[in-house]
């Protein structure tokens, strides 16, 4: 079972703590199947102490223990910081060396909006990548000079830090999460549960440390860009190896080593992340798409794309353009 805990300040965000809360809840009701109906993920709120709190929007919520009752985590999540985020910064100087504690174990912690501003005091962003809430990027960047604040990406990650700019942000990084947890097929359920249409995946939208995010391994680097270059022309196992000259085997076992995944693998992930962008973003035909991201079979396109999606390429691209504004021709005037 995983543990994942949000803490609780008066100006936090109500929103930046329900919303990841709540995948993880169908995440864990949905991996729970496999598992004769066990939870999967044990939800906790942690506050200064066990008393209600009653956030800036007037919601309020009761934690379930205090701050320094927390257990071992596999998640810490910081909300988002409602205007001006010094005051929650100043307050939480008596709980900030238990962040520092909590990291030093592996824990994946995350912040939203200018929750950073809580991970930069406590010194787990310096000489790292950050981001925050767009509204702050000049006051951040004064503040925490020694931060390497990233203005042009929404999620940014270093080792186990995670930090995002918004809360639609939070869901796109939850979403890697599940994935990581309990695979594509649960992930892509609970993306299509959750407004598929406003989802950008995390490979997209996050800039992550190359120092953390990269692997030693040059000879799957250089594969890994063939692959992204040779997309289209119908990328072949054999040839890639011969390009690099190693065998397939060779180049399976390193590329699993490096990875976690086949070279196969790798380049199905990066057609049905191409076909998405097509789909939601261009006019062109089923069978079009799948030319253009290296498959001839439009029948075996569409089942590697059900597969990966959970739903059809046309029910994919329906539902990503659901909610652009179409007015009925009928009642123009």
Same mark, same amino acid.
């Given at each position: 079972?995983?543990?994942?805990?949000?803490?609780?300040?008066?100006?936090?965000?109500?929103?930046?703590?329900?919303?990841?809360?709540?995948?993880?809840?169908?995440?864990?009701?949905?991996?729970?199947?496999?598992?004769?109906?066990?939870?999967?993920?044990?939800?906790?709120?942690?506050?200064?102490?066990?008393?209600?709190?009653?956030?800036?929007?007037?919601?309020?919520?009761?934690?379930d223990l205090s701050y320094d009752q927390l257990p071992a985590l596999d998640l810490l999540l910081l909300p988002a910081i409602w205007r001006n985020p010094l005051p929650t910064v100043r307050q939480s100087a008596s709980w900030r060396p238990q962040l520092?504690?909590?990291?030093?174990?592996?824990?994946?912690?995350?912040?939203?909006?200018?929750?950073?501003?809580?991970?930069?005091?406590?010194?787990?962003?310096?000489?790292?990548?950050?981001?925050?809430?767009?509204n702050y990027f000049e006051q951040f960047a004064r503040r925490y000079p020694d931060v390497l604040l990233k203005t042009r990406h929404l999620i940014t990650q270093s080792e186990n830090i995670y930090c995002v700019g918004s809360v639609n942000s939070i869901?796109?990084?939850?979403?890697?999460?599940?994935?990581?947890?309990?695979?594509?097929?649960?992930?892509?359920?609970?993306?299509?549960?959750?407004?598929?249409?406003?989802?950008?995946?995390?490979?997209?939208?996050?800039?992550?440390?190359?120092?953390?995010?990269?692997?030693?391994?040059?000879?799957?680097?250089?594969?890994?860009?063939?692959?992204?270059?040779?997309?289209?022309?119908?990328?072949?196992?054999?040839?890639?190896?011969?390009?690099?000259?190693?065998?397939?085997?060779?180049?399976?076992?390193? #590329? /699993?080593?490096?990875? !976690?995944? +086949? @070279?196969?693998? %790798?380049?199905?992930?990066? *057609?049905?992340?191409?076909?998405?962008?097509?789909?939601?973003?261009?006019?062109?035909?089923?069978?079009?798409?799948?030319?253009?991201?290296?498959?001839?079979?439009?029948?075996?396109?569409?089942?590697? #794309? /059900?597969?990966?999606? !959970?739903? +059809? @390429?046309?029910? %994919?691209?329906?539902?990503? *353009?659901?909610?652009?504004?179409?007015?009925?021709?009928?009642?123009?005037?």
């Amino acid at each position: 079972m995983y543990t994942a805990a949000a803490l609780l300040y008066p100006d936090a965000l109500a929103t930046s703590i329900t919303l990841p809360l709540e995948i993880l809840k169908a995440a864990s009701q949905m991996a729970s199947t496999r598992d004769r109906g066990r939870e999967q993920v044990r939800r906790l709120l942690a506050g200064p102490d066990r008393k209600l709190i009653k956030l800036a929007s007037g919601v309020t919520l009761k934690p379930d223990l205090s701050y320094d009752q927390l257990p071992a985590l596999d998640l810490l999540l910081l909300p988002a910081i409602w205007r001006n985020p010094l005051p929650t910064v100043r307050q939480s100087a008596s709980w900030r060396p238990q962040l520092i504690e909590l990291a030093a174990t592996g824990t994946k912690i995350c912040s939203v909006g200018t929750g950073s501003c809580l991970l930069a005091e406590a010194g787990l962003l310096s000489g790292k990548p950050a981001t925050t809430h767009w509204n702050y990027f000049e006051q951040f960047a004064r503040r925490y000079p020694d931060v390497l604040l990233k203005t042009r990406h929404l999620i940014t990650q270093s080792e186990n830090i995670y930090c995002v700019g918004s809360v639609n942000s939070i869901a796109d990084l939850m979403m890697h999460i599940v994935e990581e947890w309990f695979g594509s097929r649960i992930a892509r359920a609970i993306e299509n549960q959750f407004s598929p249409e406003i989802r950008q995946s995390f490979s997209a939208a996050a800039y992550q440390n190359e120092a953390d995010s990269s692997h030693p391994d040059e000879t799957v680097v250089q594969a890994q860009q063939w692959l992204q270059e040779h997309l289209s022309a119908g990328a072949s196992m054999n040839r890639l190896a011969d390009e690099l000259g190693v065998s397939t085997r060779t180049l399976n076992r390193r #590329f /699993r080593q490096a990875t !976690g995944i +086949s @070279p196969q693998a %790798y380049l199905q992930n990066l *057609r049905i992340a191409g076909a998405k962008d097509l789909l939601r973003h261009s006019n062109l035909s089923i069978g079009d798409i799948a030319w253009q991201v290296g498959l001839q079979d439009v029948s075996y396109f569409s089942q590697l #794309f /059900r597969r990966h999606s !959970g739903m +059809s @390429p046309l029910r %994919y691209r329906e539902a990503v *353009r659901g909610k652009l504004f179409d007015p009925d021709p009928d009642l123009a005037t």
